[in-house]
């Protein structure tokens, strides 16, 4: 709830005259608002998708990173699990949607090298088809891979691409540049890598 400055300086007045009055206006003004942001939150995400996030975050042992508003409007939670050699992000859709399971969401798996301070891509399951839906959340995913590769002091992210038919190299290509990785092609167009120096 947004307060104008005319409605800012007259309760301003009103403080110096009546202590008591000005309290109850502002208890007010905060019980709506809280009420307004908990309405909010329940049209937004809804019960049945966070308990379900709750399970799997149980049973696959993965941690919340975030929470996002994608390009669509939909928030995503936006989820990793470590273990010793692999790192998995992935997202998670706050909408019901109880036909999406663990192995289906749009994720990116990465090895770190310690020795060299580079993460590499091992493998990503939908995040280069997810920006032409126009979700943007591709791009969730590889600024929170972003982030995590700073925080834990990477110098860069790589991986190859390969196994990609010509018709849709382009698009592929493209989702890259747009989010800062330098993509290297091949002659023939059907493999490459890409590099995100931090």
Known sequence: MLVSKKKYQHLQMMKNKDEI?????????RQAA???????????VEDEALLK????????????????????????????????KLSVI????????????????PSVEVTSNLLNRELKIEDTHLIEILDRNGSGNGTILLDYLKK????????????????????NYN?????????DFDVSLSKDQTSGSIKFIL
Do not use: H, P, W
């Open 171 to 179: 698009d592929v290509e493209k989702f890259y540049e747009n989010n």
């Open 53 to 84: 996030l709750n399970e799997d975050l149980e049973c696959n042992d993965l941690c919340v990173l975030g929470i996002e508003r994608n390009e669509i409007g939909d928030f995503v939670a936006v989820t990793i699990k470590r273990n010793d």
């Open 21 to 29: 009055e000005y309290r109850c206006i502002i208890s007010e003004m």
């Open 90 to 105: 992935s997202l998670f859709s706050l909408k019901n949607n109880n036909k999406e399971d663990f192995c289906a969401r």
């Open 148 to 167: 995590e590769a700073k925080r834990n002091r990477f110098i860069s992210i790589n991986g190859n691409l390969g196994n990609v038919n010509q018709k």
């Open 34 to 44: 809280r009420e307004e942001r908990e309405l909010v939150a329940k049209e937004l």
